[in-house]
């Protein structure tokens, strides 16, 4: 099994930017798809992106589409993903898991790591 721990999350102004960083143990990793998704107070975990195995295809949802960036280092096992032009409604927990696929979007797991917390200020 896969294990995570999201980091890089904070408090910013709208507009701001953070670099989220998910690393992952184990040995499947390279040859996982990845994704991105959060969770608001009071609402349903929601996708935001993914990358495929190798880093050559993304995915994002249309609402951060032009704003996130998902990427991924095999050799140091991690993934990240860049958040520019942050909007309060980015508000929210941040977590990565694999998927099934980046075309689904759905999570493999249902491990969760800890989260990191981006809270944006209007």
């Known amino acids: 099994q896969v294990q995570l721990v999201e980091s890089g999350g904070g408090l910013v102004q709208a507009g701001g930017s953070l670099r989220l960083s998910c690393a992952a143990s184990?040995?499947?990793?390279?040859?996982?798809?990845m994704g991105w998704f959060r969770q608001a107070p009071g609402k349903e975990r929601e996708f935001v992106a993914a990358?495929?195995?190798?880093?050559?295809?993304?995915r994002y949802a249309d609402s951060v589409k032009g704003r996130f960036t998902i990427s991924r280092d095999n050799a140091k096992n991690t993934v990240y993903l860049q958040v520019n032009s942050l909007k309060p409604e980015d508000t929210a927990v941040y977590y990565c898991?694999?998927?099934?696929?980046?075309?689904?979007?759905?999570?493999?797991?249902?491990?969760w790591g800890p989260g990191t917390q981006v809270t944006v200020s209007s």
């Open positions: 898991n694999t998927v099934t696929s980046i075309y689904t979007g759905l999570p493999l797991s249902d491990y």
């Open positions: 990358i495929n195995w190798s880093g050559g295809v993304t």
């Open positions: 184990g040995r499947t990793f390279s040859s996982s798809d």
